[in-house]
């Protein structure tokens, strides 16, 4: 092998080894935190309590494919939001306490 060939294949090694560092601290933990994320918004179960991305704490009154009905405050007012809008679930409703 000549020099220059050697030195085409460490600039392309390097670059593998760039992306592969890339894809394993920043791609793969996106995609898996989107995955959960994707997974707790299709679970959503009348009774649970959650946190909008907006900051709005309320319970999950009733469950469309892609709306949620929240009620909110003491009178209960219900309120429709997006499902991509909810940002955590503080509490689930079990079974027992239906």
Known sequence: MTAQTQQMIMGLLMWVVVF??????????????????KDMRSNLNVG???TTIGGIVANVAK??????????????TKV?????AIG???SKQTKEEK
């Not at 592969?20 to 994320?37: A, M, S, T």
């Not at 469950?63 to 209960?76: A, K, Q, W």
Request: aromatic letters at 12%; proline letters at 7%.
């Open 20 to 37: 592969g560092v890339f894809y394993f601290l920043l791609i793969r933990p996106q995609k898996k935190k989107d995955k959960q994320l």
């Open 48 to 50: 649970d309590k959650v």
């Open 63 to 76: 469950v469309e494919e892609n709306v949620v009905i929240l009620e909110l405050g003491p009178n209960r």
């Open 80 to 84: 429709p939001f997006e499902k991509w």
């Open 88 to 90: 955590s679930v503080e």
